[in-house]
Each structure stands twice: as structure tokens, then as C-alpha cells.
């Protein structure tokens, strides 16, 4: 039972493959069918009534009658090349206009010449000596060079291999009636390849800038590669032999294995597989043929081209199918269909020339191979443009999107930030009233109990109204405190000034007040008046203890700002001309509660506190901090 439980999801799986597959390969063979009555219907129609099929050949040394179109014996023949010598009528009346001489296709060069003089030199068109090419070539037959009646025409055929030469039928008429065929064939295999090649160039450009902006993305960089080769086949002039250049046909030759192998890769990226473990054989035949290029002579590069490069690229076409066919089944998506379609029509075309070159056709070599690659990778690259485009659209929309989210959450977070704003600034006013409230206790509520204490002991008058007064300055400081400053300490001190001055002037104290710097104390945004209040009492403590028990009869308070490497502080000197005092070691005299009060107010405004006392009197230092801190946790 388990068995046959196990099998029961292969089967639909296996029909749903096989009812994919099915459908796309007759389609796949209709494809093959319409290439070759494509390229049946486009061969170019000739002018038969001015044909010249029957020649005689002087090759190896031994002559014999031929009938055009004719592929040589030898693969090799520059020093004897074969000879074909044929006549042709010519009548002063037949035409108004010049006549001409038409080769459709042949390889690899000829060399044309009406009654012994030369016409026509296919060497001095590199291109035109491309097999792949099919390049036709016409010359007109100077008036004076033609005879009334038989004229005799030679073709003389160099061949450099590795295919044998091939001459097709030669045409000799009026130019009139010769042109048309010869400007068909330039459209189809000379323009119409440069075109391609020309959009193959851009589409280079724009793949390689493509690639450069999304380097995850290989991809791109595959294909403009694979573009760039076939563009330097097309457009770069091979070595017209005896021409000694072979780095340079072996660049060539390379190439077209290379682009093949290139493209089997841009189809793995493409559709997401993974780099398989042998896959970089692929780019072994090029790499041969281009090495053997490079230290061999002209032929050996063209024969390993022969045995290593076109059946590399059969190869890498059926890989491409396949690769194709696979991900129609598994997607079927629009890009692995209209791929595998455009690798069908090359495919196609590739077993044409095979059968061409290998003269198993035997009345054409019409090359079309090279014209179908470029046509696909022209195909492709809108197709890969598009799906950049796309691409780009879609991160539009997101980012959209996205902003419009930006903006929801901004909102938010700008409601979040005035609640938390507005709770912040409750706590604060909270903490302010807590800190005013402990203030008014442990000052003026001190005072105001000294106060009803001494009028329940009933004290005298002068001793109630000291405490009252006490307490009434008291209250001052702290509403003092309360006033907005701007950060700016000396307003405070100026009141503070102030008060000092009428509490020394009963006791006959001077107060020397001194700001050693311009700008006096810096400015602190960040002061606030639980600091003012804490300073305000530590200097208060200072007079208060002169007075109390120095027996002083100077003060002098001095103000600056000094400098260090972190920056400007404030310092705050007090000094009396007083007898002094010692400090207790206990802790429990009231002086030495009073100086441990001084030192708690001084640490939780993050200021540093110095008391020096001896025998000429007594020094107080409050050096203030840079920055205020915010919170009392600086009193440790």
C-alpha cells in the first residue's frame, strides 16, 4: 500500500510534464519547418537568362569541363589556384548601358579578368572573403574591354581552407538587369548583418551599464559580453592570406566557440539554475583554438575551428534548447517560450550551414547561421531591457510605497513625540515643584519653626525678628530663582550681590566684589533654578559663617572663567580676613554639619567644592561645571 501510495503523486506529476512538453515541441517542428521554407522563399532570385554555368577548369594541373555552381577539389590553393575559363555573347545593340559581371557567392577570393584584363580583385574587400558572409560582388566591364561577339571570361578561385573553394553561378548582361539581384543580396548579407551588428553594439552599451548599476546581477554583464564578441566579428576585417597576421583570425575564430559558451551562461542566470560543476568546459574549445591561434600557423587555427569550434556551438544551441524546453515546462512563462522559439530558428539554421559545409548540399553555401545568432541576441536584448524596466517600475511602485509609509509612521511619530513631549515636560514641572517644595521646607520651613518656637518660649523681640527676617530672605531666594535668566549665572549673583551687601553692611563687613574676566561666568542653556538655588546658598553659607564666627572685617568675592583643554568653566573665589576655625573631626558641630551641606549643594550641581581655613582667615572655591547636570544624581 505504501508503494502505491508513493507512485500516486509521480503519475499527474509525469502527465503534467508530458502535456507541457508535447505542445511545445510540435511547435518546436513547426518552427523548423517555417525556417526552411523561409529560407527556401528567401533565396534571391538571379537573372537565369544571363547565367554562365559551363566552364572549363585547369586544376592540379589537369583541365576538364565543369558546370557552375562547383566546389574544387583542393582546400588549399593560393600558389596554383583553380582557373575557370568560360565565354559569353556580346552584342553592341543588346544594351544602352554598360554590362557587368555578378558573382552571387563564393569562396574564399576571386579574381575576374575579360579578355586577360582584370576586372574584378575580391581581396581588396576583407569582408568579402568570408565564407560566413555570402558577400556578392559586381564590377562593370569597361566599354573597351568587349568585343562584338564571343568574349572569354577567367575566374581564378584562391582557396585557404579549411572548407573547399565553391564557385556559384557567374552572371554576365547589363548592368541594368544585374543590379537588382546584386543590391537583394547586399541587403540580405551585407547590410542587414550590420544592422544587427549595430544594435548588438548598443544593446552592449546599454547591458554593460545595466550590469554596472546592479552588479548582483551578472546577468546583464553575460550577455553585453557575448555582444561584444559577435560585434568584433562583424566588424573587424579578417587577414587576407598570404597576410601573415594569425593573432588576429585566431581572436576571430575563438570568438564565435566563446559566445556560444557565454550565452549557455546567460541562460543559466537568466533563469535562476546554478552553475553546473563541469560547466567551465564549455569555454575549453574557444580557449584552444585561440592559444593554437596565437603559436600556429594560419591553417591550424582554421581546422581546429572546424573540429572544436562549430561543433561547440551545435553543442552549446542543443544545451540551449534543452535549457529552454526546461523551464517551459516548468514555468511556462513568456521569456523561456520566446527564447526557445528564437534558439529553434538558430538551431535550424546552424544544421543548414552544417550541411553546406560539408557539401551535402551540393548546389548552394549560403551561410545563415551567423545571421539568425545576431538576429536572437537582438531578440534577447530588448527582452533583458524590458525586464530592467520593469524592474526599475516595480522599485518605483515600492518606493512609493514606501514613502507613503514614511509619512504614515512620521505622522506618528510626530503625535508619539508631542504626547511623550508633553508628559516630559509634566514630569518636569513635577520635579521642578517637588524641588521647590523640598527648598521652601528645608529654608524657609525652617525658619518659620524657628520662629514659632521662639515665641512659645517667649524670646525677646530681637530674636523673633532675626528669625523672621531670616526666613523672609528665604523666601526671596527662592523667588529669585524662579526668574528666567538665559542661562546667564551673573544675573543671579548680581541679586545675590546685593543681599550679601545689606546683610554685611549691620556687622560694618566691606564686600569686595571683583570679576576678573570680561564676559564674567559662560553662558549655560542648560541652567536651572534648582542649580541657581544651590549655588546661591552655598555662597549665602560662606557670608554666614564670616559673619557667625570669623570675627571678619573684609569679604572678597571674586568671578571668573578659566580655560582648559575640554573647554570654559566658571570659578567662584570667597575669602574673609577672619581668625579662621578648625574643622571638626566628628562631624557633628554645626560648622561641620553647615561645611557637609555646602559640599552635598556644590556635588549635586556637578560642581567642585575647596574650603581652606588657618589662622588669616578662610577660602572657599566653587569651581562650576562645563555643562550642568540634569538631575540631582550628581549628588552621589
Known amino acids: 500500500m505504501s508503494e502505491i501510495a508513493a507512485k500516486a503523486p509521480i503519475r499527474p506529476r509525469r502527465r503534467l510534464i508530458v502535456s507541457r512538453l508535447v505542445p ?102 576583407g569582408n568579402a572573403n568570408r565564407p560566413d558572409r555570402n558577400t556578392p560582388q559586381t564590377a562593370l566591364i569597361p566599354a573597351s574591354l568587349l568585343r562584338e561577339g564571343s568574349n572569354e571570361i577567367t575566374v581564378r578561385l584562391f582557396v585557404w581552407g579549411p572548407l573547399k573553394g565553391f564557385l556559384d553561378t557567374v552572371y554576365v548582361g547589363p548592368d541594368a538587369a544585374l543590379r537588382p539581384a546584386f543590391e537583394t543580396r547586399t541587403l540580405l548579407f551585407v547590410t542587414l548583418p550590420v544592422v544587427f551588428s549595430a544594435w548588438q553594439s548598443i544593446l552592449a552599451v546599454i547591458l554593460a551599464i545595466m550590469w554596472l548599476m546592479r552588479r548582483r546581477e551578472p546577468v546583464y554583464g553575460v550577455l553585453a559580453a ?77 581546422i581546429l575551428f572546424l573540429v572544436l569550434g562549430i561543433p561547440m556551438v551545435g553543442i552549446c544551441l542543443l544545451l540551449m534548447a534543452s535549457i529552454t524546453a526546461t523551464q517551459v515546462v516548468r514555468r511556462q512563462d513568456a521569456a523561456s517560450f520566446t527564447l526557445g ?88 514641572l513635577a520635579n521642578e515643584r517637588t524641588r521647590l517644595m523640598r527648598d521652601l521646607h528645608d529654608g524657609l520651613g525652617g525658619q518659620l519653626v524657628s520662629i514659632v518656637a521662639l515665641s512659645e518660649r517667649g524670646h525677646e523681640g530681637a530674636t523673633i525678628t532675626d528669625a523672621a527676617r531670616a526666613a523672609l530672605k528665604d523666601l526671596r531666594l527662592v523667588i529669585d530663582s524662579m526668574d528666567d535668566i538665559g542661562g546667564d549665572l551673573m544675573l543671579a549673583l548680581g541679586s545675590w550681590r546685593e543681599r550679601a551687601a545689606m546683610q554685611l553692611r549691620p556687622h560694618d563687613i566691606a564686600l569686595d566684589w571683583r570679576v576678573a574676566t570680561p564676559q564674567g561666568l559662560p553662558l549655560h542653556p542648560e541652567l536651572r533654578p534648582w542649580h541657581v538655588i544651590q549655588i546661591v546658598r552655598i555662597l549665602d553659607e560662606a557670608v554666614t559663617n564670616a559673619v557667625k564666627h570669623a570675627q571678619a572685617r573684609n569679604i572678597a568675592v571674586t568671578i571668573e572663567t578659566l580655560d582648559d583643554r575640554q573647554g570654559q568653566y566658571g570659578v567662584i573665589n570667597i575669602a ?34 575647596e574650603l581652606n581655613s588657618d589662622s588669616s582667615g578662610t577660602r572657599v572655591r566653587l569651581q562650576l561645571p562645563q555643562v550642568f547636570p540634569d538631575s540631582d544624581a550628581a549628588a552621589g
Open 24 to 125: 511545445y515541441l510540435l511547435l518546436q517542428a513547426l518552427i523548423v519547418i517555417a525556417t526552411i521554407l523561409g529560407l527556401r522563399l528567401l533565396q534571391p532570385s538571379d537573372p537565369e537568362d544571363f547565367a554562365l554555368s559551363g566552364f572549363s577548369l585547369r586544376e592540379d594541373g589537369a583541365a576538364r569541363a565543369v558546370t557552375l555552381p562547383h566546389f574544387t577539389s583542393s582546400r588549399y590553393s593560393l600558389a596554383d589556384p583553380p582557373l575557370y575559363t568560360g565565354a559569353f555573347t556580346y552584342r553592341r545593340g543588346d544594351a544602352a548601358s554598360g554590362w557587368s559581371v555578378f558573382l552571387p557567392r563564393f569562396s574564399n577570393a576571386v579574381e575576374v579578368a575579360v579578355n586577360g584584363i582584370v576586372v574584378l580583385d575580391s581581396r581588396r574587400d
Open 226 to 302: 557575448a555582444m561584444v564578441l559577435g560585434v568584433v566579428q562583424a566588424f573587424v576585417p579578417p587577414p587576407v592570406p598570404p597576410a601573415t597576421t594569425s593573432r588576429l583570425a585566431a581572436v576571430l575564430l575563438a570568438s564565435a566557440p566563446t559566445e556560444s559558451a557565454l550565452i549557455v551562461v546567460f541562460a543559466l542566470l537568466f533563469f535562476g539554475w546554478r552553475w553546473p560543476r563541469y560547466g567551465a568546459l564549455l569555454f575549453v574549445p574557444g580557449i584552444v583554438v585561440f592559444a593554437v591561434g596565437l603559436v600556429g600557423g594560419p591553417p591550424l587555427p582554421r
Open 341 to 428: 522559439c528564437a534558439v529553434t530558428i538558430v538551431l535550424t539554421c546552424w544544421v543548414h550551414d552544417m550541411l553546406s559545409a560539408f557539401e551535402i548540399v551540393t548546389n548552394e553555401r549560403t551561410f545563415v547561421s551567423r545571421l539568425s545568432y545576431s538576429a536572437m541576441l537582438v531578440a534577447i536584448g530588448p527582452g533583458l531591457t524590458w525586464r530592467f524596466a520593469r524592474a526599475l517600475n516595480q522599485v518605483d511602485s515600492f518606493a512609493g510605497q514606501l514613502v507613503a509609509r514614511v509619512r504614515e509612521a512620521e505622522e506618528r511619530l510626530k503625535a508619539s513625540f508631542a504626547r511623550e513631549e508633553e508628559r516630559a515636560r509634566a514630569a518636569a
Open 576 to 609: 574673609d580676613d577672619g581668625r579662621g576655625f578648625a574643622l571638626a573631626g566628628d562631624g557633628t558641630s554645626q560648622t561641620a554639619r553647615g561645611l557637609r551641606n555646602m559640599r552635598s549643594r556644590a556635588a549635586r550641581c556637578g560642581a567642585a567644592f
